[in-house]
């Protein structure tokens, strides 16, 4: 099993004619030059099924034209379903897409000004100068590999235009929803498992194993990354982010997880910067604006701890980028309960909480009864309800929050929280021995 990177080969199949009436063997063209091409760059060639389904492509083709990191379009002849899929995927890929023609080629006039690599062919359409051509073709895929830039016209041409994310709004899901290698998956699920230090070790092992980060498939990679996010291996996430394939580090998902690593292992300000450059690249988002708070957050507790006046004006800078987040997407609790949380830290009488935490619990509790409910929906539940100051109704909420707990960092940040508005109940002289007990059981389960 492969786990290399995959460049999507469309083209026509066969013997086609030309506007000459020229047959051409593309078969060949793909045996001789294109499939040997993408070899030599580290990748795998992936041919389209020419077959369709009552003519229209089927799932598994939109799937690799917006999914495969890399592809070749052959406009030799006006091919429609060519055509088509090339315009599809330049709708949803800025960049890595090679066009190649025959070098008499005459192209149609919206895609004749578009940068495409001309091969020789011989009178009978056969290729000609065949290791040529496929040294021309690795070296263009090599430039694609190393720059990524856009070679999309509507990226190029249309100011302001943002192609669709094609990545999955969370990163858990994500790891849930990729197809690859069973044994794989395996490996990575048991090294996760194994205690901290070894689980890390285990990581390593795989990610030796696949040799050069740079040509493995992406859901391989972002597997690998995730994995070690689950063993709070930082350094681990951010050597393996800047070893990544150009195009893949530019991904919303693996912009998102870089800002995470680096804030985790003390450099927030690098943290910051990941995080406004994606907001100013592809738009608001819960979840970078979740990512961006808590990057203020960690400012705000270390400024507390030294006795730093500016400590409330990084607390007021979380809570904003918290409520931002929340308010690009109602569903998602997990930026509106850190609002709540913090707000409620640095203000318990701010009005902002009776309003704003039945809102949160709303989300979440739609989202249990939708199911696909996760560890922090339970979390959100437990947190609310110690802010609220109903911890018997927390205490009821925790079982199933550790019943879904999947990666132990997840339960101490949790008990972060916990503790903080521990500290606060503390100071204001009430009971806390529930909450001890909440904290403790949430420790407990850290790794």
Known sequence: MSYRAICFVIMPFGRKPDMSGREIDFDLIYRDIIEPAIGDVGFDAVR????????????????????????VADLTVFNPNVYYELGVRHAVRPQTTVLISADESRLPFDVGHL??????LDEKGRPKDAAGARAALAKRLEDCKQHGEP??????????????????SKTDIFRQKVTYSQDLKSKLRKARALERGKNVAALD??????????????????????????????????????????????????????????????????????????????????????????????????????????????????????????????????????????????????ERITRLA????????????????????????VELAVIAG??????????????NLDEGWKAETTARNLSLIGDARRGAGKD???LSKIIAALEARVK
């Open 48 to 71: 389209a099924d020419e077959e369709v389904n009552a003519g229209l492509i089927h799932k598994a083709m939109y799937e690799r034209l917006m999914l495969s990191e890399y592809a």
């Open 115 to 120: 940068r495409t690599l001309p091969y020789r």
């Open 151 to 168: 070679d999309s016209p509507l990226s190029k041409l249309l100011d302001g235009f943002k192609p669709a994310e094609v990545e999955h």
């Open 205 to 350: 092992a795989v990610k030796t194993e696949l040799g050069d980060i740079g040509t493995v498939e992406a859901g391989v990679v972002i597997d690998l990354l995730l994995s070690y996010r689950a063993a709070g291996a930082w350094d681990r996430m951010i050597d393996l982010y800047r070893a990544m394939d150009p195009v893949l580090q530019k991904s919303v998902l693996a912009r998102e997880q870089y800002a995470f690593a680096l804030n985790r292992a003390g450099h927030g300000e690098d943290a910051e910067i990941v995080l406004q450059e994606l907001l100013e690249d592809r738009g608001p988002s819960s979840e970078t604006y979740g990512l961006l708070g808590r990057v203020y957050k960690d400012r705000w507790e270390a400024a507390k701890k030294a006795g730093d006046l500016a400590a409330s004006g990084w607390a007021e800078k979380a809570i904003e980028a918290y409520l931002k987040g929340f308010e690009v997407d109602w569903r998602d609790a997990y930026p509106g309960v850190n609002a709540v949380t913090l707000i409620a830290l640095t203000d318990p009488e701010d």
């Open 358 to 381: 039945p809102v949160v619990r709303y989300a979440v509790e739609r989202k249990i009864e939708r199911g696909g409910a996760d560890y922090w929906d339970y979390a959100t539940l």
């Open 390 to 403: 109903q911890l018997g109704e927390a205490v009821r909420s925790l079982p199933k929050a550790l019943a």
């Open 432 to 434: 806390d021995a529930q």
